[in-house]
Each structure stands twice: as C-alpha cells, then as structure tokens.
C-alpha cells in the first residue's frame, strides 16, 4: 500500500509525461501549426471601420470621425478592396498588436496597400509593409 505522500509523487510524475507531448507541440515540435502561405500583394480599396460597415451599413466621408473614434475603442479597421475581398490586418511583429494605429489616418478613405496577404479559414488578412492615401 502506498504511502499518502507517494501517490501524490506519483500522481505528479504521471501528470508531467501527459504534459509533457502539448509542451513540446508549442515549441515547435510535433503537433505544432503551421502557418499559411503568403503572397505578395498590392491592393487598392477602401479602410473601413468593421462593425459599422456590416453591422449597421454607415460608410464614406460622413463616417469618418465615428471610424476613427471605433478604431480608438479597439474596433477593428480593416481594408474593403475595389474587387470587394475584406483584408483583415495583422502583424508578425507582436501577434495580438492591432493596426488601427496605421490605418485610422486612412478611415473611410481609398488607400493602396502593400505587404504580405494569407488566405485561411475563409478570410483574407495581411501584413502591411506600407500604406499610402490615393
């Protein structure tokens, strides 16, 4: 019979080697993700403020001030290209950064865009290298 003490030994043991697999997952080995293919890219279209775009149907120049406040409350901005594709920005610099910061100068407003695009999960996102008004 096992002493209290013991089994607890034992029941720790037995729980690392059952972390031990997802552990090594994250950091890179076995089970990890992959991630999707990029492409170079240069898009024209239309920064847009998500919510109020496709929830509520406000867009253009009488919107911009209320884009620009959303995208200060976290918001997500996005660009609305002239072939209707919506491209999700994101980073690789600090996954979980938003760029609202880059593009509310651009709220409500064509812009061109260029950077690296990925297509997963049915959406469109990219990695902006550079921005500029049109």
Do not use: W
Not at 69 to 80: F, K, W, Y
Not at 102 to 110: I, V
């Amino acid at each position: 019979m096992f002493k209290r003490t013991g089994s607890l030994a034992g029941l720790v043991v037995g729980l690392s080697l059952l972390a031990a697999p997802a552990a090594r997952a994250q950091a890179g080995g076995g089970m990890a993700m992959k991630a999707p293919a990029s492409r170079d890219v240069t898009i024209t279209g239309t920064v847009v403020d998500v919510s109020c775009k496709f929830g509520q149907g406000l867009t253009g120049a009488d919107h911009r001030m209320c884009a620009q406040v959303c995208a200060d409350r976290g918001i997500p901005l996005a660009i609305l290209s002239t072939d209707g594709k919506l491209y999700l920005p994101v980073t690789a610099a600090m996954p979980g950064d938003g760029q609202n910061g880059r593009l509310k100068e651009f709220a409500e407003q064509r812009v061109t865009v260029r950077g690296k695009a990925f297509s997963a999960g049915g959406a469109e996102a990219i990695q902006i290298a550079d921005i500029r008004g049109s």
